[in-house]
């Protein structure tokens, strides 16, 4: 089983910031990919961020500039940090892995449960 813990949301003035922070847990071997996705109210769910277990990183378009990914790969944790918030910012933002499973050749993707950030005044 494996676990994602995602914290750092909530409500934040138009050109604020927030930190996420995702913890994953469980059996996990190795996570080859760690990234955020969000999804706003009537719309479809939407890539933000990625990064590989080797650094390399990749971000959406509407936030190059103003969001970063970064992780801990000693905590198997990863966070994205979010400058000059926008109100089209908000979001429900999810957490997803891909990793390698504990007594398997096989490779597993995991999503969180989800946190909101709403940027508003």
């Known amino acids: 089983q494996v676990q994602l813990v995602e914290s750092g949301g909530g409500l934040v003035q138009p050109g604020g910031s927030l930190r996420l922070s995702c913890a994953a847990s469980?059996?996990?071997?190795?996570?080859?990919?760690m990234g955020w996705y969000r999804q706003a109210p009537g719309k479809e769910r939407e890539f933000v961020a990625i990064?590989?277990?080797?650094?390399?990183?990749n971000h959406a378009d509407s936030v190059k500039g103003r969001f970063t990914i970064s992780r801990d790969n000693a905590k198997n944790t990863v966070y994205l940090q979010m400058n000059s918030l926008k109100p089209e910012d908000t979001a429900v933002y999810y957490c997803n892995i891909v990793y390698a499973a504990l007594y398997s050749m096989s490779t597993f993707t995991a999503w969180g449960q989800g946190i909101q950030v709403t940027v508003s005044s």
């Open positions: 469980g059996t996990i071997r190795s996570i080859n990919a």
């Open positions: 990064i590989t277990n080797d650094g390399h990183t």
